[in-house]
C-alpha cells in the first residue's frame, strides 16, 4: 500500500519518505545534532512539504550518530545579545508549536541524549520511544539561562509541575525508564530494536483513518488549553462532524461486515 521511496537531502537533515512514513534525522553528529538557525528553517521547510504530501501519514525525528540532539548550539551565543537572542528563542518556539499543531501524527524515536532544546523537540510531538540508554534533561539552567523554545510550559503539562520543576531547576539528566515512569516517554526499549519498535508504532497509526487522526489531535490539543466545557462541546461538535466522512462509513461497514478497513483520508 505504501511503496515509494524518496530521500532529499538537506544541509543539517537527512529526509527520507518511505512506505507512508516521512522520516526526519537531524543531521548534525559532530555537533550532537544541535540545533541552529538553519536547522530551524529546513525542519520547518520539510514539515510544510510533509503536511502537504498525502502520501505522508507519520512523522518521524530522530538524530544521527549517538544523539537524538543535545540542545541548542551554545557554540553560537556568544554572539547573541537581547534582540537576537529574542529572536533564535522565538523561531525554536514557534517551530516546536508547528510541531505540536502538525496536521500528522508526530513520533520522537529516541536515540542517546535528548537535552535542552532536544528534548523541547521531543517534547512538541506527539509520541516519544526512547532506547533504554538515553539521557533526557533542560540543563539551561547550568548555563545560567533557561529553556526557551517552549520546555517551561510542555514539560509541566507532560510530568506535571514538582517534578517539572525538579528537572529544570536542578539541570540533572535522567534515564529513559525515568523518563516513562514519569509520563515523559511513551516507551523505553533496548538500542537494538529502537527502530523496529518504532516502526510497530507507528504501523498501527498507519492503520488508521489520517482525518480522524487529525481532527483528534486537535480536540485533544485545543481542549486541553480551554476550559473542560468549551473543550467538551470541542468533542461533541467534531463527534458529530465525523459522521459526513467516508472513512466513518467505511469504518464502521468494516466492522459490521467483519473486515479490516481501508481508510482514505476522507
Not at 47 to 64: A, C, M, P, S
Not at 200 to 221: M, T, V
Amino acid at each position: 500500500k505504501y511503496l515509494f521511496i524518496e530521500i532529499l537531502d538537506m544541509e543539517t537533515l537527512d529526509v527520507k519518505k518511505e512506505n507512508g512514513i516521512g522520516w526526519i534525522y537531524l543531521n548534525r553528529p559532530d555537533k550532537l545534532n544541535a540545533i541552529n538557525l538553519k536547522m530551524i528553517n529546513e525542519i520547518d521547510s520539510i514539515l510544510k512539504d510533509f503536511e502537504t504530501d498525502n502520501e505522508i501519514r507519520v512523522v518521524i525525528f530522530t538524530g544521527k550518530g549517538k544523539a537524538f540532539c543535545a540542545g541548542a548550539d551554545i557554540s553560537q551565543f556568544k554572539e547573541l545579545n537581547t534582540m537576537t537572542a529574542w529572536n533564535f528563542a522565538r523561531k525554536g518556539r514557534e517551530l516546536m508549536d508547528y510541531i505540536e499543531r502538525f496536521m500528522k501524527p508526530t513520533i520522537a524515536m529516541i536515540n542517546g541524549y535528548a537535552l535542552g532544546g532536544g528534548l523541547e523537540l521531543a517534547m512538541a510531538c506527539d509520541f516519544r520511544i526512547a532506547s533504554e540508554d538515553s539521557m533526557l534533561g533542560l540543563p539551561e539552567i547550568n548555563l545560567g539561562i533557561y529553556p526557551g523554545f517552549g520546555g517551561t510550559q510542555r514539560l509541566v503539562r507532560l510530568v506535571g509541575k514538582p517534578k517539572a520543576m525538579e528537572i529544570m531547576m536542578t539541570g540533572d539528566r535522567i534515564r529513559a525508564d525515568e523518563g516513562e515512569r514519569i509520563g515523559l516517554i511513551n516507551k523505553v526499549v533496548t538500542k537494538e530494536s529502537l527502530e523496529e519498535e518504532t516502526l510497530k508504532f507507528a504501523a498501527k497509526l498507519l492503520e488508521k483513518s489520517p482525518l480522524i487522526l487529525s481532527i483528534l489531535k486537535n480536540i485533544i490539543l485545543y481542549g486541553n488549553d480551554s476550559p473542560i466545557v468549551d473543550g467538551l462541546n470541542m468533542e461533541s461538535l467534531g463527534w458529530g462532524y465525523v459522521f459526513s466522512t467516508e472513512d466513518e462509513k467505511e469504518g464502521v461497514d468494516a466492522f459490521l461486515n467483519k473486515r479490516k478497513p481501508n481508510f482514505k483520508g476522507k
